[in-house]
Antibody, heavy 122, light 109 residues
Framework: QVQLQESGPGLVKPSQTLSLTCIVS??????????WSWIRQTPGKGLEWMGY???????NYNPSLKSRVAISLDTSKNQVSLNLTSVTAADTAVYYC??????????????WGQGTLVTVSS | SYVLTQAPSVSVAPGQTASITCGGD??????VHWYQQKPGQAPVVVVF???DRPSGIPERFSGSNSGNTATLTISRVEAGDEADYFC????????????FGTGTKVTVL
């Protein structure tokens, strides 16, 4: 069954760009049945959907983050990437990669990666 | 924005029934998914589309949704059910985005 594994720096300085990758195994990111999402979790704000990308490269982002977030695919490596610019301490969170299963008319997130903690601090 | 409100905590004795509610404006018109998250682990779907269960999830987990409240019910609660539970919907008024509830910590006494 499909597995997702996030990776990236655990510490990012304020005003810099947070970059994470998610390697998808035992499943292709080019499948039209799924979208590939990033979700983050903080003690204060709980779970926050950041956005997702479809196999054709189309994206949908949370309006609250839209000006700072970008999600991309690397089909040669079967991985999904997240970039979040101009980070502040408020972006400190556990970041999850998750497969969005199309469940008309909505999606559910299943499965999730194990998550990676990113701390924004100088 | 669209807010999903959950009680912070619910305590239940083993063998009893736990009811976890998720309140939102006209949530009954939306499909609700429920996630279980144990400490240090990622969330896992336990109910989707209001009341369906993924394979491998016990029948003890059930869901309902009507009006302004969706409910996840755990029957015959076991110690292993102790976890945080989150609801999730797709908000489609204006901007389209996915919203999670504030989460409920279920403690098995």
């Amino acid at each position: 069954q499909v597995q997702l594994q996030e990776s990236g720096p655990g510490l990012v300085k304020p005003s810099q760009t947070l970059s994470l990758t998610c390697i998808v195994s035992s499943g292709s990111i080019t499948s039209g049945d799924y979208k590939w999402s990033w979700i983050r979790q903080t003690p204060g704000k709980g779970l926050e959907w950041m956005g997702y990308i479809y196999y054709d490269g189309s994206t949908n982002y949370n309006p609250s983050l839209k000006s700072r977030v970008a999600i991309s695919l690397d089909t040669s490596k079967n991985q999904v990437s997240l970039n979040l610019t101009s980070v502040t301490a408020a972006d400190t969170a556990v970041y999850y990669c998750a497969r969005a299963v199309l469940s008309s008319p909505t999606v559910r997130f299943d499965p999730w990666g194990q998550g990676t903690l990113v701390t924004v601090s100088s | 924005s669209y807010v999903l409100t959950q009680a912070p905590s619910v305590s239940v004795a083993p063998g009893q029934t736990a009811s976890i509610t998720c309140g939102g404006d006209d949530i009954g018109s939306k499909s609700v998914h429920w996630y279980q998250q144990k400490p240090g682990q990622a969330p896992v779907v336990v109910v989707f589309d209001d009341s369906d269960r993924p394979s491998g999830i016990p029948e003890r987990f059930s869901g309902s949704n009507s009006g302004n409240t969706a409910t996840l019910t755990i029957s015959r609660v076991e110690a292993g059910d102790e976890a945080d539970y989150f609801c999730q919907v797709w908000h489609t008024s204006g901007d389209h985005f996915y919203v999670f509830g504030t989460g409920t910590k279920v403690t098995v006494l």
